[in-house]
């Protein structure tokens, strides 16, 4: 599995001081929470090891959550804090926008249709979905959209 970047985190990816999205869908996908100071205190190699670890079958999924658990105890002194796995995440849905997206779309000017929903990557709905919750900064909402090509 090839690491996949946004280039809307071009910014960051090399130095990795931000959490890439591909590794935030990893911790939604194995129910970890991981804060940026925690991601902050790891080494350069062990940020990489949990960019390129997959984390896709349950035995990956295992294996990548027993993984970031040591490392986070490591570094912290704390235990990792479980998070609740979605048993069907909105982005694993190529049937419903979430109104969230819709919202923060329509807000900028842009329609998603359903065909260009289906047609975008798990990891590109899990970005899209991430990026349009209310609370974060959606900075790069605009520019995920356009790196998506939905415009």
Known sequence: MTAEF?????????????????VRYKL?????????SDWH?????????????PCAKETEIQFYQDYLQKL??????????????????PWMDIATIP?????????????????KWEKLTQLQRF????????????NNFPKAIAECQIT
């Not at 109104?99 to 065909?115: D, M, R, W, Y």
């Open 41 to 53: 205190q790891m080494t350069t190699l062990e940020r990489a090891n949990l960019v390129e670890l």
């Open 99 to 115: 109104p969230s997206v819709q919202e923060k779309a329509q807000a900028i000017g842009v329609t998603i249709t359903l065909q």
């Open 28 to 36: 939604d996908t194995c129910g970890i929470k991981l804060k940026l």
């Open 6 to 22: 946004f280039e809307f985190e071009a910014d960051f990816v090399d130095s990795l001081r931000c959490i890439p999205m591909q």
């Open 127 to 138: 970005a899209l979905i991430k990026l349009s919750r209310s609370g974060h900064e959606n």
């Open 72 to 89: 986070i105890l490591e570094h912290t002194g704390n235990q990792a804090t479980k998070l609740p796995i979605e048993p069907h995440p």
